[in-house]
């Protein structure tokens, strides 16, 4: 039973551009959120989605899009990059949030 | 902004004792709690939920809700070098239970 994957592991990109980052939720599970983690933090919730719309939104900028498929997986869209966007990203899936995340491994972003 | 607190740490505890970790959250319409471990470099990874009054044991950990003090505590019985990790307290975003919150964590130390 495949867990949580996202992709790409690492990226570096430069100040300005775009970036598209990939997760594929738990076999069973529906619902994809994101989350922004800086070091020594706590993530920071982006966006949830569910039967392919947005339904919850963190106190992120528009420049934090996103989009899920028909078979549930997601993307996550950062357009014009900033230093500050440097974090690890984290896919999280759920059946329903009562019973708590199962967290991917991430994708560590590196704007330069 | 609702918010969930935990003391960064860190915590040091020599082996085989009992470590405490703490929580307090600020929605009191926060249905379900969550303790997450996060390894260094690491995604989070749930150990334990709750979403009672009063205590829920799980092998060496026991994790315990007080809703009237909004408080969640996570105690880990015989603590082994392997438990050393970041702790992250969890709690759902009200009734929704579609959102959740994380503080940003305790970063416990077992020393042997």
């Known amino acids: 039973d495949a867990g949580v994957t996202q992709s790409p592991t690492h990226l570096i990109k430069t100040r300005g551009q775009q970036v598209t980052l990939r997760c594929s939720p738990k076999?069973?599970?529906?619902?994809v959120s994101w989350y922004q983690q800086a070091l020594g933090q706590g993530p920071q919730f982006i966006f949830q989605?569910?039967?392919?719309?947005?339904?919850q939104r963190g106190n992120f900028p528009d420049r934090f899009s996103g989009h899920q498929f028909p078979n549930y997986s997601s993307e996550l869209n950062v357009n014009a990059l900033l230093l500050g966007d440097s974090a690890l990203y984290l896919c999280?899936?759920?059946?329903?949030?009562?019973?708590?995340?199962?967290f991917g491994s991430g994708t560590r972003l590196t704007v330069v | 902004q609702k918010e969930v607190e935990q003391n960064s740490g860190p915590l040091s505890v020599p082996e085989g004792a009992i470590a405490s970790l703490n929580c307090t959250y600020s929605?009191?319409?926060?249905?379900?709690f969550f303790w997450y471990r996060q390894y260094s470099g690491k995604s989070p990874e749930l150990i334990m939920f709750?979403?009672?009054?009063g205590d829920k044991e799980d092998g060496r950990f026991t994790a315990q809700l007080n809703k009237a003090s909004q408080y969640v505590s996570l105690l880990i019985r015989d603590s082994q070098p392997s438990d050393s990790a970041t702790y992250l307290c969890?709690?759902?975003?009200?009734?929704?239970?579609?959102?959740?919150?994380f503080g940003s964590g305790t970063r416990l130390s077992i020393r042997p």
């Open positions: 076999s069973g599970h529906d619902t």
């Open positions: 929605d009191r319409g926060s249905q379900s």
């Open positions: 709750i979403y009672s009054n």
């Open positions: 999280a899936s759920s059946f329903s949030g009562v019973y708590g995340y199962t």
């Open positions: 969890a709690a759902t975003e009200d009734s929704s239970a579609s959102k959740i919150i």
């Open positions: 989605y569910y039967e392919e719309e947005e339904r």
